[in-house]
């Protein structure tokens, strides 16, 4: 059975970084698509990037530029760093392979 961990989210200060981590078990991950979402409070899940199998990455607009998505294969985590986080960017990220989502790990961005 697949299972996706988030860990990574806390509070985000002025001019800090971010960096999420997804553990994934269950399976081999070096041949599927592995994602970041995130879903806001009263907001809808919104995509932010994904990382493809063959090595490629997608964006969401809003993210293209300030966020970085990459894997390790050989452990299985893939992760997502960020060094100009906005405040409106608060929101519960999730990392989603496959039909399956991570509980999510809450993230604040700076006041």
């Known amino acids: 059975q697949v299972q996706l961990v988030e860990s990574g989210g806390g509070l985000v200060q002025p001019g800090g970084s971010l960096r999420l981590s997804c553990a994934a078990s269950?399976?081999?991950?070096?041949?599927?698509?592995m994602g970041w979402y995130r879903q806001a409070p009263g907001k809808g899940r919104e995509f932010v990037a994904i990382?493809?199998?063959?090595?490629?990455?997608l964006y969401s607009d809003s993210a293209k530029g300030r966020f970085t998505i990459s894997r390790d294969n050989a452990t299985n985590t893939l992760y997502l760093q960020s060094n100009s986080l906005k405040q409106e960017e608060s929101a519960t990220y999730y990392c989603?392979?496959?039909?399956?989502w991570g509980q999510g790990t809450q993230v604040t961005g700076p006041s």
């Open positions: 989603q392979v496959l039909l399956y």
């Open positions: 269950g399976r081999t991950f070096s041949d599927v698509n």
């Open positions: 990382s493809g199998y063959l090595g490629t990455t």
